[in-house]
């Protein structure tokens, strides 16, 4: 692994949920609170970005060549050329503090995607699964800040994140998308921040990005502590593997919470960084939209 730099001086305020498009060989992420939608093109060094008409969490790709994101309001069709959000499904409706927070696709194509309290106090966080326009709570306890999931290559873990809690947790994944066997995979040291955005390379070593801890860490599948890449900003969201080989890793940052002072010592906190790593990450599976 090599030192992480500054590619793109985004400033957001809560950068999160990176995806590289493979057809595009762009990636996209997007800004929580500035109510942003980003793509980079690495290679033009260009920043393109949409407004969302509410707080957008993640975006992903659609089996169809769509885009899909997770508002606040809900799950949402996303067309850049128009412009247009088209909802989907309100999951939360009957929670107006909520909003969602982070996802992922497993391999068989069901989005799965975790909620929040935009507070940050209330235990109202679910974690969601959206197969084929079918929405379920995944048997997993609420937290307040849910982050990830994550899946291990084979689909057949899941690695569910409690920032609050700083736990990592994992659970055995069935062919029918039922989850059991819960235990926990890791816990961030109190003082070392706190675990945000997981994601999992080809080998099934877990990244976990640490806001407030000046980088992302990597476990072994068996949850040993293995690597660490410092950034130069306290503040680092999630992790997502693009480039070439899928070997360049790009962190999202954030200038939340930090103090004038803090925002003076760190003047690239929620700027979009890249790094090196030695083994590769995976494509993001599509969601699958097929009934």
């Known amino acids: 692994m090599t030192g992480a730099t500054s590619v793109c001086a985004v400033g957001a305020t809560l950068g999160e949920g990176p995806c590289w498009s493979v057809s595009e060989q762009k990636l996209w992420f997007v800004d929580i609170k500035q109510k942003k939608i980003h793509r980079f093109d690495p290679v033009e060094e260009r920043l393109e970005s949409w407004d969302a008409p509410a707080q957008p969490g993640w975006i992903l790709p659609a089996s169809d060549g769509s885009l899909i994101t997770g508002l606040q309001s809900g799950l949402h069709r996303f067309d850049p050329a128009s412009k247009r959000f088209i909802a989907l499904a309100a999951p939360e409706a009957d929670i107006p503090g909520n909003r969602l927070n982070d996802a992922t696709v497993d391999p068989r194509g069901r989005l799965w995607f975790g909620s929040m309290d935009d507070g940050e106090t209330e235990a109202t966080g679910q974690v969601w699964q959206y197969d084929r326009g079918h929405i379920a709570k995944a048997r997993i306890a609420p937290v307040t800040i849910t982050n990830g999931p994550a899946f291990s290559p084979n689909g057949r873990i899941l690695y569910h994140v409690d920032t609050l809690g700083r736990t ?49 860490r990597r476990y072994s599948p068996s949850g040993e502590l293995t690597g660490f890449v410092r950034l130069p900003v306290a503040n680092v969201t999630k992790i997502a593997f693009g480039g070439s080989g899928f070997r360049t890793a790009y962190a999202t940052t954030a200038r939340k919470g930090l103090s004038d002072a803090e925002l003076a010592d760190q003047p690239h906190a929620g700027d979009l960084f890249s790094f090196r790593v030695e083994v590769p990450g995976l494509p993001m599976t599509a969601i699958s939209l097929d009934n």
């Not at 055995?172 to 039922?178: A, R």
């Open 168 to 216: 990592i947790h994992a659970f055995d994944v069935t062919n029918d998308g039922m989850v059991s066997g819960h235990r926990v995979f890791a816990t961030i040291e109190e003082g070392k921040g706190y675990p945000d955005g997981p994601t999992v390379d080809s080998e099934g070593n877990v990244w976990i990005a640490l806001f407030g801890g000046w980088g992302v």
